[in-house]
């Protein structure tokens, strides 16, 4: 996670470069308006997320080969959708904007598509469910508040959306009921690692860093 922080951070440095800081607010603070600073912001996160879930496709390969001879191929997906869900909570957090949960996710998506992901366009689709998904959370308090509360509940949503998308695309609704509530938890406890435990060092390092004030 260290060394995603940094990168994160290097990039993040870059847009600071041409914008200039926020204006310190509290947690509680509320939606932003939509700026040309928020646009490169939401870019830079898209880059950086997008790689990753690039990445992540390779990951997903070799875990599935793995989790296969003890038959909890399943979970391979589950295990890492925290990962392949990061962008929008991440970016609905720091941007503080109506709609910018969705747009970080989707775009982060899309980068992925271009960089030649195994999923090819189907990319296209998860990472518009995906952002449905974290923008609901923050919809869900209204866009008046930025803290555990309103990051929580686009976790929650998230994997509520994603979960039920699953069912109906990747035949999770053909699976027992307790590998259905295994399978829901693991991709809730990645969710809530990769979404929200990464999304708030993030935050308390670019805070640390006076990249710009949060």
């Known amino acids: 996670m260290t060394a995603l922080t940094k990168l994160f951070h290097k990039l993040l440095l870059l847009e600071v470069f041409f914008m200039e800081n926020k204006t310190q607010t509290s947690n509680h603070q509320h939606q932003s308006k939509w700026t040309l600073r928020n646009i490169i912001l939401i870019a830079l996160i898209a880059i950086f997320c997008g790689i990753i879930f690039w990445g992540i496709g390779f990951l997903y390969t070799a875990l599935t080969v793995a989790l296969t001879p003890i038959g909890a191929a399943p979970f391979a997906n589950d295990i890492l959708m925290g990962l392949w869900c990061m962008a929008g909570p991440l970016t609905g957090f720091l941007i503080r904007t ?92 990645s969710t809530f690692i990769f979404g929200g435990i990464l999304t708030k060092m993030i935050v308390k390092l670019l805070d640390r860093s006076n990249a710009f004030s949060l």
Do not use: C, H
């Not at 866009?143 to 695309?169: E, G, H, P, Q």
């Open 98 to 189: 109506a709609g910018s949960a969705f747009l970080g996710e989707f775009l982060g998506a899309a980068v992925e598509v271009f960089l030649g992901g195994q999923w090819g366009a189907g990319a296209f689709i998860s990472g518009l469910v995906q952002g449905v998904g974290s923008e609901l959370g923050f919809t869900l308090t209204g866009y008046k508040r930025y803290d555990w509360v309103s990051l929580n509940a686009s976790i929650l949503t998230t994997v509520i959306v994603t979960f039920a998308w699953d069912m109906y695309k990747n035949g999770y609704n053909k699976f027992a009921l307790p590998l259905l509530i295994g399978l829901f938890v693991t991709r809730y406890i």
